[in-house]
Every structure is written in C-alpha cells, then in structure tokens.
C-alpha cells in the first residue's frame, strides 16, 4: 500500500496522520503527503524527516493532484474546507463538491484504486447545508465507479465522521466563547441530540481503517462517531457548560428567520454563512446527528481504548480558557 493523505495539517488530517505514526500503523515510507504549503515549510519537517514524501497540491489544480498521488494505491480525500462555496444554495457541481469531484478524477488519472472519503455525520439527504456538498460527493463517488463508469476499477469507503467534540462552540449559540463569553441567552432555531466524538478518537478510527488491509471497508459508508447512548442536546449542553463556569447560560429556540437575523445583525456575519448554517439546526430537530453505529467503538477497542466523554473535553475547553 502506498497512501496519500490530504490536508495532513489540518484537524482530522493531522489526527489521523499522528495515530499512523504514533500507533505505527503503517511505515512513514508508505505515506504522501498533499498540501498546499511548500513542502519545505516548517510545520511538515518532523514529517520529512521520518522519510515521508510531501508533494504540493491543492484542489483548484487538478494536474498538481494527479502528480502529487501518482504511485500511489489508495487516497485518504479530507472534504474540502472551503465552505463558502455551498452558500447561497450552490446548485449541484458548485458547492464544495466541485473540488471532490476534481479529487477523484485526478486520483483515478493518478492510478489510485481505492479512495476514502471523510463525509459528515449527519443524514443522508440531509436538511443540513453543510451536508449538501457531502451528500453530493457520496453519490458522485457510486456513480463513478459503479461497472461500466468513468472510475471502473476504482472503489470507495465513505466515512461519516461524527461532529468533533471540539466543535461545540460553532454549535452553541454560534461561536460561544469559552473564556469571556457574556451572552446569558442564547439564541438557536433547532436542537437535537449530538453523538459528539473526539477528533483524537477519530483519528486513531482513521488511521486503523486506513492501514486495514482486508478490503472489508470498500464499497461501505459508515459512521465513526459515539453511540446515541452518551448524545446530548445543546439545552443540555448549556447546562453543563453553566455548571463548569458557574455562570448560567440559557438556550432560547427562535424561529429560522429570526436566528438568521441575530447571526447577521448582532454577531456580524455574512448572510450567505447564516442561512447556510441556521439549516443545521432543522436537522438536529430531525434527529439526525444521534448516531447508533457501533464503528468507532469496535475500532478504538481493538486498540484498548475507549471513546473520549465529551463532557471531558468540554470541562478541558472550559478550564482552558477560564
């Protein structure tokens, strides 16, 4: 196996890039890197030095792509974080999916056979905006290399990665800060229960799936994220959070019109950012980030390990920054 993994500085890439190497899941030899900084940059030399190969790419040019994964067998396709091509209802093949689509295509040029693509964990056919690029991606991929497709030849794995722990809050009252944060209301158009998950944890749940050499994972969309035992819904979470802080903070639930109105009027952000994100919320009222897929906890047990409580991470957060 030769894997190429992208965004290897980002959150869930640079998580699951240190369990490869931490857990020595695969040798360093084995690995490309695809980022868009210099490869000499000092942030990626611990990563040269280990014999790693690093290569120059980025999404908006597909030739440095196909260069950069040539030789290798199987691709880790971290989604693309440039949100603010979904906004404003992209229609299909404009939103950040454009530069998926592009992946894949150069991947299949490159001669890699199998792609795992990082999604998200919310629904299929999400009412989620942040979900659309996903669920297009998802089925872009079984169209492309379905018998007969473009892709013949290629497979796939979709991994749903469950909403980071440490995330909560872009959820919470939209950018609630941790330290001096003075809002005692704050206002949401939805809530639901959230499976939060670690990013520590999925990255070890990456790293494992990657370095698996089974073939069991192809073709397969899963959740790597807590069961819907331990979810919590961000009314919940607000009283946690007013218990570590000793400060109380409330939820209030408005309508969809009236929180996008706060988010652009009293939180100062673009509009085509809050009515793309205020339909998260008409999906947690779904129920659709309560997961109940078992995944995440087989893999990290195969390694003597359990899921990280979020309220663990939320009390280190807190603490952190008080």
């Not at 931490?22 to 360093?28: D, S, V």
């Not at 454009?98 to 919310?122: D, E």
């Not at 698996?212 to 331990?230: Q, V």
């Not at 205020?278 to 009222?285: F, G």
Request: aromatic residues 8%.
């Amino acid at each position: 196996m030769r894997l190429a993994l992208t965004q290897p500085t980002g959150k869930l890439g640079s998580a699951t890039l240190t369990a490869l190497l931490t857990h020595k899941l695969l040798p360093p030899t084995s690995l490309v890197l695809s980022t868009s900084s210099p490869p000499d940059s000092p942030n990626l030399s611990s990563y040269a030095s280990q014999g790693i190969t690093i290569h120059q790419a980025n999404y908006n040019d597909p030739d440095s792509l196909t260069l950069a994964w040539t030789g290798c067998t199987h691709l880790f396709l971290v989604s693309s974080p440039s949100i603010a091509l979904d906004f404003h209802d992209a229609p299909s093949g404009s939103g950040r999916e454009k530069h998926h689509i592009s992946a894949i295509r150069a991947a299949h040029k490159a001669g890699v056979r199998h792609i795992y693509y990082t999604s998200l964990a919310f629904g299929s056919n999400s009412k989620a905006g942040v979900m659309v690029a996903h669920n297009r991606t998802e089925a872009f991929l079984e169209e492309f290399t379905k018998p007969g497709g473009e892709g013949h030849g290629m497979s796939y794995t979709i991994i749903r990665e469950g909403l980071y722990s440490e995330s909560w809050p872009l959820y919470f009252g939209q950018y609630f800060e941790p330290g001096g944060e003075e809002r005692s209301v704050v206002p949401l158009c939805g809530d639901g229960r959230i499976s939060w998950t670690s990013i520590a944890d999925l990255g070890l749940a990456n790293a494992l799936v990657l370095s698996s050499e089974s073939g069991g994972y192809a073709g397969k969309t899963f959740y790597l994220s807590t069961r819907k035992s331990a979810a919590i819904t961000l009314r919940e979470l607000a009283g946690l959070v007013s218990e570590i802080r000793g400060r109380k903070v409330e939820v209030e639930l408005v309508g969809q019109q009236e929180y996008e109105r706060y988010c652009v009027q009293e939180r100062g952000q673009d509009e085509g950012m809050a009515k793309w994100w205020s339909k998260s919320y008409l999906a947690l009222e779904d129920g659709e980030c309560e997961i109940d897929d078992g995944m995440l906890e087989e893999l990290l047990a195969s390694r003597g390990q359990k899921a990280k409580p979020f309220e663990e991470t939320l009390r280190e957060m807190l603490r952190k920054k008080e």
